[in-house]
């Protein structure tokens, strides 16, 4: 959960959430994931995952035996993530004002979350709050929007449907997009209300590019290193070296910038 899509927007957004998201492999991003935090010096089983929305992208991590912490700022998301796993630390806060929520072997963010932050002062913010709830020597995973999704995705448009649920995607950008500029997307939700009527939710989402040498500059004063980035191919996995051009998503790790393990 981020800036510009606000948590009354994400209240709004969080009962289509999974329908919208259904063709996602939340099992396989997992074990890509875990693979490369392991190749990275990923220790312990601590798992605090950020802008956790309904509770998919945590949920194959809970399944393998990690103790999971979720937040979100959207309090129906995070309630949607209760019903699926009631167990579950959940805490409401915002990633550009990360409270004190203890140690953690492993820090996650995905789905693009970080990419709807509004500028580089506050995805330097979320850094710093990262390494405060990241235990020495544990291992942060983060993905962002590449300029070829601002390219093509948000540059069109695009009509999916899931059990009844039709979701018109409008993308506002261009296929000219350039390296740190904002993009913006529309999503029409359209719901059967009877008598072959519909209603529809509009939910409107505003992302910004964050150049990969801005990303690691703030890393390095938030004091995290950068370790690797790898690209995300479209059906999951994960390669060397990435490439904003041809990938749609890039996968960033980071650690503590001294000590820890493997360092």
């Known amino acids: 959960m981020t800036a510009d899509l606000s948590p009354s927007d994400y209240d709004a957004f969080a009962p289509f959430y999974d329908a919208f998201t259904s063709a996602s492999d939340y099992e396989g991003w997992a074990a890509e994931a875990l693979d490369v935090a392991a190749r990275h010096g990923l220790a312990g089983n601590a798992l605090l995952d950020l802008a956790c929305g309904t509770g998919n992208s945590f949920l194959p991590f809970l399944d393998r035996g990690f103790a999971v912490t979720g937040c979100d700022a959207s309090p129906a998301m995070l ?11 959940l805490v409401r806060c915002d990633v550009r004002e990360l409270p004190a929520l203890g140690s953690f072997d492993l820090v996650t ?3 693009d979350s970080l990419n709807y932050l509004r500028d580089l002062g506050e995805l330097g913010a979320s850094f710093r709050g990262i390494a405060a709830n990241l235990a020495p020597g544990g291992v942060a995973l983060f993905d962002l929007n590449t300029l070829r999704a601002y390219r093509t995705t948000f540059a069109c448009d695009s009509v999916t449907e899931h059990d009844g649920t039709v979701f018109a995607w409008r993308g506002e950008s261009t296929p000219g997009f350039s390296s740190g500029e904002a993009a913006a997307a529309r999503i029409d939700i359209f719901t059967s209300s009877g008598d072959g009527l519909y209603e529809r939710t509009v939910s409107r989402h505003e992302q910004r590019h964050f150049p990969r040498g801005r990303v690691e500059a703030l890393l390095e004063d938030a004091g995290l290193r950068c370790v690797a980035v790898y690209g995300v191919l479209d059906d999951g996995p994960l390669v060397e070296p990435a490439d904003e051009s041809a990938q749609l998503k890039v996968l960033y790790i980071a650690r503590h910038a001294e000590g820890g393990v493997g360092e």
């Open 109 to 111: 963010c995905f789905d």
């Open 79 to 89: 309630a949607e993530a209760a019903l699926k796993a009631p167990d579950v630390r």
